[in-house]
């Protein structure tokens, strides 16, 4: 069974860099036809996509972010990354990674999800 | 304010039938993108429910079902138990944002 599991810094100063690693198991980052996503929630503004990649290949991320975040992945390790630079406190969410299946990429759906993991952007 | 529009909260006494709506416009769901729904119970993350429109994955009740027509999706839950009380969430694409989109959940509650 295919699980995953974020870690990473739970406080971020602001304007520092936010960076979470998913590790996952039971399965392989390298496996074809699947993308890798990171998501964050919060309550205010919900569910926001941020990141997705596949493996070897492309990568894109939303671009309400205007560059700031950076998917990648480590095979030897089965995990993948996010950094978010230049964070405020707009940027305080609970963060999950998933994987991302279905035939047409717009198409996809999430599942599974990690648990999540909450960053708080405070000083 | 989120892409896709979903109602704050619905209720039901047990065993009742509720329906979500999920409102999206001619980028995403009008466009013929899929609508998926995810159930979330508070504290925990996410689990897909519905995907691509109408598909149950395994281990999902039967009493979970999902719709799709123009602009609009809809989730119908039949039979409520007490267990079905949580946070229900549509999710689509929209080609002009180039993202994949959440609705803001619709939080249910079994009286």
């Known amino acids: 069974q295919l699980q995953l599991q974020e870690s990473g810094s739970g406080l971020v100063k602001p304007s520092q860099t936010l960076s979470l690693t998913c590790a996952v198991s039971?399965?392989?980052?390298?496996?074809?036809?699947?993308?890798w996503s990171w998501i964050r929630q919060t309550p205010g503004k919900g569910l926001e996509w941020l990141a997705y990649?596949?493996?070897?290949?492309?990568?894109y991320s939303n671009p309400s972010l205007k560059s700031r975040v950076t998917i990648s992945e480590d095979t030897s390790k089965n995990q993948f990354s996010l950094r978010l630079t230049s964070v405020t406190a707009a940027d305080t969410a609970v963060y999950y990674c998933a994987r991302a299946g279905g035939n047409v990429t717009s198409n996809n759906w999430f599942d599974p999800w990690g648990q999540g993991t909450l960053v708080t952007v405070s000083s | 304010q989120s892409v896709l529009t979903q109602p704050p909260s619905v209720s039901g006494a047990p065993g009742q039938r509720v329906i979500i709506s999920c409102t999206g416009s001619s980028t995403n769901i009008g466009a013929g993108y899929d609508v998926h729904w995810y159930q979330q119970i508070p504290g925990t993350a996410p689990k897909v429910l519905i995907f691509g429109n109408t598909n149950r994955p395994s281990g999902v009740p039967d009493r979970f079902s999902g719709s799709k027509s123009g602009t609009s999706a809809s989730l119908a839950i039949t039979g409520l138990q007490a267990e079905d009380e949580a946070d229900y969430y549509c999710q689509s694409y929209d080609s002009s944002l180039s993202v994949w989109v959440f609705g803001g959940g619709t939080r249910l509650t079994v009286l």
């Open positions: 990649f596949y493996h070897g290949g492309s990568t």
């Open positions: 039971g399965g392989s980052i390298s496996s074809g036809g699947y993308s």
